[in-house]
């Protein structure tokens, strides 16, 4: 069984362009995003990481840290920062782990247990390396999203995505489809209508299951 949300991540220890990391000790407090790579020098994926770098300003508002994974070495890592911030025209100061032994790969299960590198792999070898993982600061693991290897990802979903998680675990609320910072927020079905308005004060009944209100601050 691979993890599975609500799971706690396991206390492995890699390698990664910026030295030896745990990764409990690197989620320490902080929420947390991993996203994973099926090889270095790819077209799509060098766009990606070019992204999360442009966006470093918004993972700092959001208290996150950020870190990549990749199946190949820590010298490869490095040179291919060097493309990774040539498109994204500024530092990718994150670390990338180096998943040659593909211990992570297949701790999350992005790869089977039996899974190996062959030489002379082609990114098909390990084309389900291609995750995002958002991890709370209780190291366990609020959600996950996998895309095949032509479609890059939408890191403004990833924001909103860890800006639902943190409004619903930090407030006991729920967030509707398309939810965006401001928007209205859903009250918990558990709670009677009597206390939904003592938590919260006005609110608005859809339906006798679907109560909305203003987001907390």
């Keep these: 069984m691979g993890l599975r949300i609500n799971d706690t991540i396991p206390d492995l220890t890699v390698e990664t362009d910026h030295g030896t990391v745990s990764l409990h000790e690197f989620v320490g407090d902080k929420w947390t995003i991993m996203f994973s790579h099926p090889k270095d020098f790819t077209p799509v994926c060098t766009t990606e990481f070019g992204a999360v770098a442009q966006l470093a300003d918004e993972w700092a508002k959001r208290d996150t840290k950020v870190i990549g994974i990749s199946v190949d070495g820590v010298e490869d890592h490095k040179k291919w920062k060097g493309d990774i911030e040539k498109v994204a025209g500024t530092e990718a100061g994150f670390p990338i782990i180096a998943d040659s032994d593909l211990a992570v790969s297949k701790a999350f299960d992005m790869l089977p247990s039996e899974a190996y ?37 939408n890191f403004a ?47 608005t009944k859809v339906l006798p299951y ?8």
């Design 117 to 153: 590198m062959p030489d002379g792999r082609t990114p098909a070898d390990s084309a389900t390396v291609r995750s995002v993982f958002i991890i709370g600061p209780d190291k366990q693991l609020k959600l996950s999203m996998t895309y095949p290897m032509t479609v890059g990802r």
């Design 157 to 203: 979903e990833v924001l909103r995505a860890l800006d639902g998680l943190q409004m619903s675990t930090g407030k006991g609320v729920a967030t509707p489809a398309n939810w965006n910072v401001g928007d209205d927020v859903i009250i918990p079905a558990t709670l009677s209508d009597d206390d939904a308005k003592a938590k919260f004060g006005e609110f």
């Design 210 to 217: 679907l109560r909305t209100t203003k987001a907390p601050s």
